[in-house]
């Protein structure tokens, strides 16, 4: 029925790209040679100046070294030092994957080499100056098993500009290569193997600690936020102990995540691989070519078993979020949030897409997969908080319960410890409505660049925008252009609802939330 996880990414990206319209990375910039030249800890670095809008770009800056040979499945190495002035006007390679769409960005259509010299980050910056500017570091989606701080939907700039901050986009090591649980296998040296590409975050995070002053950014003011793979991170890191001093807030957007794989399931998944590779040690495993480790494990883009975080008893002590947060994550302030129809991306495969869909068709759809709760009772609560839906439109938002759930979730758990402002974002840009993904290019401020955009978009990317630059400038999202966003609790339920008329609402689609109480979602 589905369509499979490469096809997706590529329908994301396309959705993404609509939205996005021409990258400011396109725009005339001065010769290379000319590009604004920074100092960082390791060396000096030259960059781009762009003419619209007017910031500073930094491509491809490497934050660590090859994981490639006996640095795979380790602790990432902060990058060495160098002398004379490193070209930074490139992105910068991609971790090993499947398919292409990591691959692709605003450079043109030519594929970024991957490699495991995929420590690499980028800076939009308004000025390299000293300048103590709000940080806002992104973290990719596409799950944990591909893509890429480079890609179009991504581009910083018009959102650096307008908020007056420094945007960061960044790579990571990824699916096998990020995540293989080998403490088992390979003892002490391997510990954190299943979390390896977890600690690239944080090292890309003690980089801009200990640079971005230098970029016209203070180290003591960042935001990490990420959308889908991007917000599992982020929900992710706000479980790691070690990285709590290195960032103030978080933003998650369709993609919180509560708990990591257990170690038992990893170790497994570990041995699937390395007994499929005909290997019995880490070392032999290490010494493997990249294509073969990769193919080995992946089926048309995505990567089988589903690699991700894993809850070690080490590196990451505790799940993050059940049955509470983890201590890690107390006093930090948190926006999460998703669109109303996320599955309507992944809905574009169904064999009914634009055909007839009936009563019938949509019970048929939902008894194999939803048990507990069953489809009369879904339907009843769907029902009743989308009164005028069609039969497709309920499948969709069934569908789209993984997402809402575990936001709720989340929210309800991280409210108790710090502050929290939930949001549902309801505008429809495309045919496709809100579905997944939607949000991105009104967070950065790139969804009107499009002249075809659609009635209503500046008004959703202003109270959108701004509430983000707001959040990652005081840990308040509130602003002059959108009504008093309340924090969350467990009583108001307040969230905020980003649509043509941005508005609050107390427990939205609570008959929704009612059903799936005390059960898991469903993908």
């Given at each position: 029925m589905m369509r499979n996880a490469w096809q997706l990414s590529v329908a994301a990206t396309v959705v993404a790209f609509v939205l996005t319209g021409a990258s400011p990375q396109s725009q005339t910039s001065r010769a290379a040679a000319e590009g604004p030249v920074v100092a960082t800890k390791a060396g000096r670095v030259r960059g781009i100046a762009l003419a619209t809008p007017k910031v500073l770009l930094f491509k491809g800056m490497h934050y660590g070294q090859s994981t490639a040979g006996r640095g795979r499945f380790m602790p990432p190495q902060p990058v060495a030092s160098w002398d004379g002035v490193k070209d930074?006007?490139?992105?910068?390679?991609?971790?090993?994957?499947?398919?292409?769409?990591?691959?692709?960005?605003?450079?043109?259509?030519?594929?970024?080499?991957?490699?495991?010299?995929?420590?690499?980050?980028?800076?939009?910056?308004?000025?390299?100056?000293?300048?103590?500017?709000?940080?806002?570091?992104?973290?990719?989606?596409?799950?944990?098993?591909?893509?890429?701080?480079?890609?179009?939907?991504?581009?910083?700039?018009?959102?650096?500009?307008?908020?007056?901050?420094?945007?960061?986009?960044?790579?990571?090591?990824?699916?096998?290569?990020?995540?293989?649980?080998?403490?088992?296998?390979?003892?002490?040296?391997?510990?954190?193997?299943?979390?390896?590409?977890?600690?690239?975050?944080?090292?890309?995070?003690e980089w801009v600690r200990d640079n971005i002053g230098a970029f016209g950014g203070d180290a003591g003011n960042v935001t990490i936020f990420g959308e889908s793979g991007g917000g599992a991170k982020v929900s992710t890191l706000l479980g790691v102990r070690s990285v709590k001093q290195l960032f103030k807030r978080g933003i998650i957007e369709s993609g919180a995540r509560l708990a990591g794989t257990p170690a038992a399931v990893a170790t497994r998944n570990a041995r699937t691989v390395m007994a499929k590779l005909n290997v019995t040690t880490v070392e032999q495993l290490q010494a493997l070519p990249v294509d073969t480790v990769l193919a080995a494990v992946t089926t048309t883009g995505r990567t089988t078993p589903d690699f991700g975080p894993v809850t070690d008893g080490n590196y990451l002590p505790s799940d993050m979020f059940t049955p509470v947060a983890a201590a890690s994550a107390h006093g930090i302030p948190i926006i999460v949030g998703t669109n109303?129809?996320?599955?309507?991306?992944?809905?574009?495969?169904?064999?009914?897409?634009?055909?007839?869909?009936?009563?019938?068709?949509?019970?048929?759809?939902?008894?194999?997969?939803?048990?507990?709760?069953?489809?009369?009772?879904?339907?009843?609560?769907?029902?009743?908080?989308?009164?005028?839906?069609?039969?497709?439109?309920?499948?969709?938002?069934?569908?789209?319960?993984?997402?809402?759930?575990?936001?709720?979730?989340?929210?309800?758990?991280?409210?108790?410890?710090?502050?929290?402002?939930?949001?549902?974002?309801?505008?429809?840009?495309?045919?496709?409505?809100?579905?997944?993904?939607?949000?991105?290019?009104?967070?950065?401020?790139?969804?009107?660049?499009?002249?075809?955009?659609?009635?209503?978009?500046?008004?959703?990317?202003?109270?959108?925008?701004?509430?983000?630059?707001?959040?990652?400038?005081?840990?308040?999202?509130?602003?002059?252009?959108?009504?008093?966003?309340?924090?969350?609790?467990?009583?108001?339920?307040?969230?905020?609802?980003?649509?043509?008329?941005?508005?609050?609402?107390?427990d939205p689609r609570a008959s929704e939330r009612h059903v799936w109480e005390g059960k898991a979602p469903v993908r």
């Amino acid at each position: 029925m589905m369509r499979n996880a490469w096809q997706l990414s590529v329908a994301a990206t396309v959705v993404a790209f609509v939205l996005t319209g021409a990258s400011p990375q396109s725009q005339t910039s001065r010769a290379a040679a000319e590009g604004p030249v920074v100092a960082t800890k390791a060396g000096r670095v030259r960059g781009i100046a762009l003419a619209t809008p007017k910031v500073l770009l930094f491509k491809g800056m490497h934050y660590g070294q090859s994981t490639a040979g006996r640095g795979r499945f380790m602790p990432p190495q902060p990058v060495a030092s160098w002398d004379g002035v490193k070209d930074a006007t490139r992105f910068g390679d991609v971790c090993p994957q499947g398919g292409d769409t990591g691959r692709r960005s605003s450079e043109g259509t030519a594929l970024l080499p991957h490699s495991e010299d995929c420590l690499v980050l980028n800076v939009w910056t308004p000025d390299a100056d000293a300048r103590r500017r709000p940080v806002m570091v992104w973290f990719h989606g596409r799950g944990f098993y591909a893509g890429a701080g480079s890609e179009r939907l991504y581009d910083g700039a018009r959102l650096a500009a307008r908020g007056d901050l420094v945007v960061v986009t960044v790579n990571h090591r990824l699916n096998v290569f990020g995540y293989l649980h080998l403490a088992d296998v390979g003892g002490a040296p391997f510990k954190t193997s299943g979390n390896a590409g977890v600690q690239d975050m944080q090292l890309a995070l003690e980089w801009v600690r200990d640079n971005i002053g230098a970029f016209g950014g203070d180290a003591g003011n960042v935001t990490i936020f990420g959308e889908s793979g991007g917000g599992a991170k982020v929900s992710t890191l706000l479980g790691v102990r070690s990285v709590k001093q290195l960032f103030k807030r978080g933003i998650i957007e369709s993609g919180a995540r509560l708990a990591g794989t257990p170690a038992a399931v990893a170790t497994r998944n570990a041995r699937t691989v390395m007994a499929k590779l005909n290997v019995t040690t880490v070392e032999q495993l290490q010494a493997l070519p990249v294509d073969t480790v990769l193919a080995a494990v992946t089926t048309t883009g995505r990567t089988t078993p589903d690699f991700g975080p894993v809850t070690d008893g080490n590196y990451l002590p505790s799940d993050m979020f059940t049955p509470v947060a983890a201590a890690s994550a107390h006093g930090i302030p948190i926006i999460v949030g998703t669109n109303r129809e996320e599955h309507a991306l992944y809905a574009r495969d169904h064999p009914a897409f634009g055909k007839p869909f009936s009563e019938a068709d949509l019970r048929k759809d939902l008894s194999a997969d939803f048990k507990d709760p069953g489809v009369d009772a879904l339907l009843a609560a769907y029902r009743q908080s989308r009164p005028n839906a069609t039969p497709w439109d309920l499948m969709v938002a069934i569908r789209s319960n993984r997402f809402h759930v575990s936001a709720i979730r989340l929210a309800e758990a991280q409210s108790k410890v710090a502050p929290v402002y939930h949001y549902s974002f309801d505008f429809a840009p495309t045919a496709l409505g809100a579905a997944h993904g939607a949000e991105i290019g009104f967070v950065f401020s790139n969804a009107t660049a499009n002249p075809a955009a659609k009635p209503g978009a500046r008004a959703v990317e202003d109270a959108m925008s701004e509430a983000w630059i707001a959040f990652a400038r005081t840990g308040n999202p509130n602003h002059p252009g959108m009504p008093v966003w309340p924090a969350y609790d467990a009583d108001a339920r307040a969230v905020m609802v980003f649509n043509t008329t941005t508005a609050v609402v107390n427990d939205p689609r609570a008959s929704e939330r009612h059903v799936w109480e005390g059960k898991a979602p469903v993908r």
